[in-house]
């Protein structure tokens, strides 16, 4: 999943692609790369953000959203808005991806039902502007897991089908750098809840600080190489997805691990055989 980031405020590529035929370039070279869907958000979630007028927000997502998709592209729309959802989904959208999952507008989740679009339920604690303050957890694999799974259960229980599901541990979101790191450990725990699972540690802070210096932590369009690493382990848990800036390494990791799964399976058939 390529990000594209209609905004002027995003943490790594903020102002970038504000403006609509910029977007849409950039999301046609992000399937270029080896993108399979391309993600469009018109608000920012970094820490501390504000949020965006709705008005303003589906004025930057949907004439993306709407290009992109008549070319052709899998589009998925970032938005905690039902109504910014249900225009994409109308302008073309094949997917929702909501950082709240489900948890910021009570519409989102019918919305998810009646529409039969598939949709990203990420790990939420509450709004970017406090987000940070709510990092308290007594073991931050199973407290997320938990709390992921209430999130399912609860749109499961307004009519979502299991098969709409995605979800997503929400790297960086009331969670500190180390919490992450934890959370990167435990994602096999994630796999194993059946449903597909999305990873998104793109440039975010607890990587730039991985990788400080003696001038400090590395800027978030330095750690693109780190994000791609990221994406090999994922790959290797059994994600279903990752969500990146940048799509060529990111692409090519998910190559090389599926490559080399189907040679471990083939040695592991071989090896079974002579033993038998
Ligand atoms: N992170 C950001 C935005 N959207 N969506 C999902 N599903 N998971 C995430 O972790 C996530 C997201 C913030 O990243 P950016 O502003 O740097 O693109």
């Known amino acids: 999943m390529g990000v594209v980031n209609v905004t002027p405020d995003s943490f790594s590529d903020g102002g970038l692609w504000i403006d609509p035929e910029a977007a849409v370039r950039h999301g046609l070279e992000l399937v270029e790369q080896g993108a399979d869907l391309v993600d469009v958000g018109g608000e920012s979630t970094r820490p501390g953000a504000l949020r965006v007028d709705a008005a303003e927000e589906r004025r930057r997502v949907v004439p993306v959203v709407r290009e992109l998709a008549s070319a052709g592209v899998a589009v998925s729309v970032d938005t905690m808005?039902?109504?910014?959802?249900?225009?994409?989904?109308e302008a073309g959208a094949a997917l929702v991806n909501d950082v709240s999952g489900g948890r910021a507008d009570p519409a989102m989740v019918p919305l998810?039902?009646?529409?039969?679009?598939?949709?990203?339920?990420?790990?939420?604690?509450?709004?970017?502007?406090?987000?940070?303050?709510?990092?308290?957890?007594?073991?931050?694999?199973?407290?997320?897991?938990?709390?992921?799974?209430?999130q399912v259960d609860r749109a499961l229980a307004a009519g979502v089908r299991p098969e709409q599901v995605v979800v997503d541990p929400g790297l960086g979101f009331s969670k500190t750098g180390a919490q992450n790191w934890?959370?990167?450990?435990?994602?096999?725990?994630?796999?194993?809840?059946?449903?597909?699972?999305?990873?998104?540690?793109?440039?975010?802070?607890?990587?730039?600080h991985l990788l400080a210096d003696a001038e400090g932590p590395r800027p978030p369009l330095g750690s693109?190489?780190?994000?791609?690493?990221?994406?090999?382990?994922?790959?290797?848990?059994?994600?279903?997805?990752?969500?990146?800036?940048?799509?060529?390494?990111?692409?090519?990791?998910?190559?090389?691990?599926?490559?080399?799964?189907?040679?471990?399976?083939?040695?592991?058939?071989?090896?079974?055989?002579?033993r038998a």
Do not use: N
Request: net charge negative; hydrophobic share 50%.
């Open 81 to 89: 808005r039902a109504d910014v959802a249900e225009a994409a989904l």
């Open 224 to 274: 693109d190489d780190a994000t791609a690493a990221v994406t090999t382990l994922a790959a290797q848990a059994g994600a279903w997805c990752v969500r990146v800036h940048e799509a060529r390494a990111s692409a090519d990791a998910v190559r090389v691990v599926a490559r080399l799964a189907q040679e471990t399976a083939q040695l592991t058939a071989h090896e079974g055989i002579h």
């Open 182 to 208: 934890t959370v990167l450990a435990g994602l096999h725990r994630f796999v194993a809840l059946g449903l597909p699972v999305l990873v998104a540690a793109s440039r975010k802070g607890f990587l730039g």
């Open 112 to 150: 998810a039902a009646s529409s039969g679009a598939r949709i990203v339920l990420m790990h939420w604690r509450g709004h970017s502007d406090h987000m940070q303050d709510l990092t308290q957890y007594d073991d931050v694999v199973t407290d997320v897991l938990t709390e992921l799974r209430e």
